[in-house]
């Protein structure tokens, strides 16, 4: 950037960098766990009682984060999308199941990444949610490759015809979709879309096979 490249792009590694310099590594390890060493930035959305920025020991449990750290929810929520706007969708009974790092997020089939948190309210039609999800990807595609360029269009056409207009989804259709966009698209936008869709149409089949035949 500015003709002055740089091996890291992330703020929150250059701020660890200085903890680090000035009371050594496995310091800075020992506050986390033995494969997510250190802190990690959390940001919890509007949806929680004491929104904000927080830094938090990895290993430290998801439900207290939630409930101690962010005071609980304002309303109802169903699910929490961690990790970005492709993170993992994360149903709230599986907060208690989680811890915060990497390791306890990926055995259980979600995605920590940066751990910034979107709360789903329990009233909000999850299909309507995927379907932004879609235009999301749609919209930031750079267009290089097909897979996420035509995946996210024929995505966002399936589900905005669902929604609109009632015509159910052939479900196979969708899966193969998925498929192609995880293994076909060259960067994390399309290839990282399928992990939350995934997750809902496991975790919420009930409310969502309505839309799919």
Known sequence: MFGKPTILSNIETFANIRYILKEGGDTYASLGTEKSPG?????????????????????????FVF??????????????????????????????????????????????????????????PLINF?????????????GKCFPCRIG????????????KDGIKIDRQLFEDLLETMQLGSLCALGGGLP????????YFDQELSGFFR
């Open 67 to 124: 409930n101690e750290l962010g005071g609980g929810t304002k309303y109802p929520v169903k699910a929490f999308q961690v990790g970005g706007p492709l993170g993992g969708i994360v149903p709230a009974s599986k907060v208690d199941e989680l811890t915060l790092d990497f390791e306890s997020f990926s055995r259980e089939g979600f995605l920590l990444g940066h751990a910034g948190v979107v709360s789903i309210p329990e009233d909000f």
């Open 130 to 142: 995927l379907k932004h999800l879609f235009e999301f990807t749609f919209r930031e595609s750079c």
């Open 39 to 63: 802190t990690k930035l959390v940001s919890l959305d509007g949806g929680f009682n004491k929104p904000g920025l927080y830094e938090i020991k990895m290993g430290t449990p998801l439900g």
């Open 195 to 202: 992990l939350p869709v995934r997750n809902a149409l496991k």
């Open 152 to 163: 996210s269009t024929r995505g966002m056409e399936l589900l905005t015809a669902a929604v």
